[in-house]
């Protein structure tokens, strides 16, 4: 059996490829490591799955998944993994910005008993002098806020919980598989809270600029973590996505008032501004749920339009639905006022949701991002 596995997500990382392998030859060749890897490639209309097939025809350790209906970082991580052949799985990315020499390293920790290696962009005081592939001092300090934040919910300390560079065992990638979220961006969280009384080894390295493709968007790390620490506090109770979705209806509400009073304030008739003000919150909810909520299934172009119509008749039924079954639920309380109004929300908010997933953004046709 193969002794490690690459996995690597890829979007739009052309120019990229050609020194990755040559870093991980270099690195697991002279290490006497057999080891493959295996580029997980959500259709990058750059050329990234051609590039990297045509390495594969020349050597037998390049494997290359080229997504055409799936998106998002998790998810390709979990297609790697189901993959993968070798005793021990690495996960990292292809930008350049993991220092492949450290995988040695990681493989022997897992040897050696650990069940996950961290590649740790830290150290232990939290020094910021191996950070320079980060682009801004507020990436700095929203990695360290989120390391905070995640260790909270683990229970446990570590440096760099919200690393894209580590290595686990087989036998703990095979058992947690089936619990690990497809949703989001940094599956090293997920595989650590559903595996709290693992074996940790932390390793430091050099964290690099990137050099080609495209950078991480830190908004939607941001909200993704948000998601998911929230459904996990809940012990799932409530999904990320449905967590996501209703965070963006409360900032619509904000919206519709805001607009609402604001009509208002300049002497519109009363219908005329209720109707602008939820056409606003309407189309406001629509988008942000288009960019952030459901980010990896992305709509664009005329698909956002199509989209916008079933969200916009979606909205009208919920509206219908909400009414009638706080009526009803009015009736049959004796007057219940808080009651029957939550009822009628509650109905239009799984009548949105339910259509939201099922028809609008059923089309897994976005963009991914990285982690």
Not at 171 to 184: F, V
Not at 285 to 305: M, Q
Request: charge should be neutral; charged fraction near 15%; hydrophobic fraction near 45%.
């Amino acid at each position: 059996m193969t002794d490690v596995s690459i996995i690597t997500p890829c979007f739009n990382e052309i120019g990229n490829v050609a020194q990755l392998l040559d870093q991980l030859s270099r690195s697991l060749d002279g290490a006497h490591l057999d080891w493959e890897v295996i580029f997980v490639d959500d259709d990058s209309p750059d050329g990234t799955a051609a590039e990297i097939r045509g390495h594969a025809e020349h050597n037998h350790r390049i494997r290359c998944i080229q997504r055409k209906t799936e998106r998002g970082l998790a998810s390709a991580v979990i297609w790697g993994l189901q993959a993968a052949h070798g005793n021990v799985c690495v996960v990292m990315d292809a930008d350049l910005q993991h220092d492949t020499s450290i995988i040695p390293d990681m493989v022997q920790a897992i040897h050696d008993g650990c069940d996950i290696a961290i590649g740790v962009r830290f150290d232990s005081h939290n020094s910021t002098d191996n950070l320079e592939g980060l682009s801004s001092a507020w990436r700095n300090r929203l990695s360290r806020y989120g390391n905070r934040a995640l260790n909270w919910v683990l229970g446990r300390q570590l440096y760099d919980p919200l690393s894209g560079f580590f290595a686990v065992s087989r036998d703990m990638a095979s058992s947690s598989l089936p619990r690990l979220s497809g949703e989001g961006f940094k599956i090293l969280f997920d595989l650590l809270y559903h595996n709290r009384n693992s074996k940790v080894a932390q390793i430091q390295f050099h964290f690099g600029q990137r050099t080609y493709g495209e950078s991480k968007l830190e908004p939607l790390v941001i909200w993704h973590l948000y998601c998911d620490l929230a459904s996990k506090i809940l012990r799932y109770v409530l999904p990320a996505r449905f967590i996501g979705f209703v965070t963006v209806g409360t900032f619509g509400a904000a919206i519709h008032f805001a607009t609402l009073y604001f009509l208002l304030f300049f002497g519109f008739d009363f219908w005329a501004c209720q109707l602008g003000a939820t056409l606003t919150a309407m189309v406001n909810n629509f988008l942000i749920n288009n960019v952030l909520t459901y980010s990896d299934r992305r709509l664009l172009g005329k698909d956002l339009l199509v989209g916008m119509a079933y969200y916009g008749a979606a909205s009208a039924i919920g509206i219908f639905a909400n009414v009638g079954v706080a009526s009803y639920v009015f009736t049959i309380q004796g007057g219940s006022t808080i009651i029957s109004s939550l009822s009628g929300v509650l109905v239009d908010l799984i009548w949105r949701y339910s259509v939201a997933n099922r028809v609008i953004w059923n089309r897994r046709s976005g963009r991914s991002q990285g982690g």
